[in-house]
C-alpha cells in the first residue's frame, strides 16, 4: 500500500553509471503551489513552432505527477499493491496564448479541494508572467476495476501539508 513517506521526499538513486547530476528535473512546493519548470523542444510543436494544444495536458499531467512524488505519496506502491491509481475524471482548459519552441514554461499546480475519493486541482501553464492555459482538472482514486477508491488518510494528510491546513474539507482533524 502506498504512504506519505515522510517530510522530505527522496528521488530514487540514480542508475549504475549515472551521477546525481543525471536527474531529471523536479519541480517544488511554495507557498502551496506545485511549481514544475519545463522547456518546448521541437517534438512538442507543429510545423510553426507552436506547441500542439495536446500536449499541455502532458505538461499537466507531469506536474500533476511531481507533485504527488514531491508531497511524499508513493502512488506506484499503491498501484502495484493494487490499491488502484489517479484517474482524471473532470477536465475543464482554456488556451489563451502559444507556447512555443525553446519557451522555458512553469506549471503551476494548486489544490482546491480534497474529497474522500477525489481532489480538485488548478493549474495554470506560464512563460514569464504570462498565462497561456488555465485547466480545472479532478483527479479520483480509481481501483483496479475502475471503481472509485477512498484515498488513503495518510494522502489526505499530506495533500493538506501542501495546502497548509490544519483541518480537511472532510472535518477530520490532522495532526
Not at 506545485?34 to 507543429?46: A, G, I, K, M, S
Not at 508531497?71 to 512555443?100: C, F, M, N, S
Not at 508572467?129 to 488555465?134: K, N, S, Y
Request: hydrophobic share 40%; glycine share 8%; charged share 20%.
Amino acid at each position: 500500500m502506498g504512504s506519505a513517506r515522510g517530510d522530505v521526499p527522496r528521488d530514487p538513486p540514480p542508475s549504475p553509471g549515472a551521477t546525481a547530476d543525471d536527474q531529471p528535473a523536479s519541480g517544488r512546493i511554495v507557498a502551496g503551489a506545485h511549481r514544475f519548470p519545463l522547456r518546448v523542444y521541437f517534438e512538442d510543436t507543429d510545423l510553426s513552432g507552436i506547441v500542439y494544444h495536446a500536449n499541455y495536458l502532458r505538461y499537466m499531467e507531469r506536474a500533476r505527477s511531481d507533485m504527488l512524488v514531491r508531497a511524499g505519496i508513493d502512488q506506484r506502491a499503491h498501484q502495484e499493491a493494487g490499491g488502484g491509481a489517479y484517474a482524471v475524471t473532470a477536465l475543464a482548459i482554456r488556451y489563451k496564448a502559444p507556447a512555443r519552441l525553446d519557451d522555458a514554461l512553469v506549471v503551476v499546480t494548486r489544490l482546491r479541494h480534497i474529497r474522500a475519493a477525489s481532489v480538485d486541482i488548478h493549474q495554470q501553464v506560464m512563460c514569464g508572467g504570462q498565462i497561456l492555459t488555465d485547466a480545472e482538472v479532478t483527479a479520483a482514486l480509481v481501483s483496479p476495476t475502475g471503481r472509485p477508491l477512498r484515498q488513503p488518510r495518510e494522502w489526505i494528510a499530506a495533500f493538506q501539508q501542501v495546502l497548509g491546513e490544519t483541518q480537511t474539507p472532510l472535518g477530520e482533524k490532522t495532526s
